[in-house]
């Protein structure tokens, strides 16, 4: 079956301590996304890419980090400069053949905590 | 920079009766989403609505887009208590997909 994979489900995070969020797809979709959801609000895009070995900034990607180094993977770190990380982080990535988006399929989410 | 509002923002329903769910964004596009979110879950696709006029229904759910007045609606006919959830619109702005903030929608007995 083909889908997106995040692990781990629950994650905790010291004060001060670098935490990497995995995320994996078997779909062969090119472009990979980054949210962050917040209790009770909408999606905020963190990184993008649309590519391999090309990814850009979303509109709260400070205190975050990513790569692509395959087509199948996105992993995000959060690092120390977050001030705020607990929150729930979806992944997600799409098809494009020129300008259509088929709209994109999601991971089951990281719940992040800072204990 | 593309702007998505949905409305309302809370919804409470009798079982049994009709609702619409507003969305409007900013800028031209023809190319909207719905998904659905359960509570502590991930987000399912409900529909994509890839062109002006699109109408598509999937039981008591109907979406429709008008990308002249830049608004996408998701009518619930005779609403059932598993229709309870959250519902999000997203539009397509080439880059990424931007999302309104959300309809928190609860149908009671």
């Known amino acids: 079956d083909g889908g997106i994979t995040q692990s781990p489900k629950y994650l905790f995070r010291k004060e001060g301590q670098n935490v990497t969020l995995s995320c994996e797809q078997n779909?062969?979709?090119?472009?990979m996304y980054w949210y962050r959801q917040d209790p009770g609000q909408g999606l905020r895009l963190i990184y993008y890419?649309?590519?391999?070995?090309?990814?850009q900034k979303g509109d709260i990607a400070e205190g975050y980090s990513v790569s692509r180094e395959k087509k199948e993977s996105f992993p995000l770190t959060v690092t120390s400069a977050q001030k705020n990380p607990t929150a729930f982080y979806l992944c997600?990535?799409?098809?494009?053949?020129?300008?259509?988006?088929?709209?994109?399929?999601f991971g089951s989410g990281t719940r992040l905590t800072v204990v | 920079e593309l702007k998505v509002e949905q409305n309302p923002l809370f919804l409470s329903m009798q079982e049994g009766k009709n609702y619409t769910i507003y969305c409007n964004y900013s800028?031209?596009?023809?190319?909207l989403y719905w998904y659905r979110q359960d509570p502590g879950k991930s987000l399912e696709s409900l529909f994509v609505?890839?062109?002006?006029?699109a109408v598509k229904q999937e039981g008591r759910l109907m979406a429709s887009l008008d990308t002249k007045a830049r608004l996408s609606t998701l009518h619930i006919t005779a609403a059932v208590h598993d229709l309870s959830a959250t519902y999000f619109c997203?539009?397509?702005?080439?880059?990424?997909?931007?999302f309104g903030a959300g309809t928190r929608l609860t149908v009671k007995p």
């Open positions: 997600a990535s799409s098809i494009k053949e020129g300008r259509e988006n088929y709209g994109y399929t």
């Open positions: 779909l062969n979709h090119d472009a």
């Open positions: 890419s649309q590519i391999v070995n090309d990814f």
């Open positions: 800028t031209t596009s023809d190319r």
């Open positions: 609505l890839l062109s002006n006029g």
């Open positions: 997203a539009v397509d702005s080439n880059n990424d997909m931007r």
